[in-house]
């Protein structure tokens, strides 16, 4: 059964940093533009960053410009999402997702392509 699996929410300080991973499990990562999305309690899932399947585009939020950073180890099936200088309006649930493509330089920050979800991970940025 494909799935995806966060780690490595959790409490920080405001200016404080998290390192999100997502493992792919049953299926190869590496055919599959992946992307990170968070939802905080009463707002809309939106779009945080996304990688393409090469590694080789990516594309972030403005909110998240220069802050995060998104990578990816194909060898490991894994994606991860480095969050630094966290502020508050990043708390929320953060998702990570999937969609196969044959365009190997491709990603969207949008979530209607994404057909594989993970369960999500808490972050709460919080003094």
């Known amino acids: 059964q494909r799935q995806l699996v966060e780690s490595g929410g959790g409490l920080v300080q405001p200016g404080g940093s998290l390192r999100l991973s997502c493992a792919a499990s049953?299926?190869?990562?590496?055919?599959?533009?992946m992307g990170w999305f968070r939802q905080a309690p009463g707002k809309e899932r939106e779009g945080v960053s996304c990688?393409?399947?090469?590694?080789?585009?990516?594309d972030y939020a403005d909110s998240v410009k220069g802050r995060f950073t998104i990578s990816r180890d194909n060898a490991k099936n894994t994606v991860f999402l480095q969050m630094n200088r966290l502020k508050p309006e990043d708390t929320g649930v953060y998702y990570c997702?999937?969609?196969?493509?044959?365009?190997?330089?491709?990603?969207?920050?949008?979530?209607?392509?994404?057909?594989?979800w993970g369960q999500g991970t808490q972050v709460t940025v919080s003094s």
């Open positions: 990688i393409s399947s090469s590694g080789d585009s990516t």
């Open positions: 049953e299926f190869t990562a590496d055919y599959y533009a």
């Open positions: 997702a999937a969609f196969r493509t044959v365009v190997r330089d491709m990603c969207l920050m949008g979530p209607y392509r994404y057909n594989y």
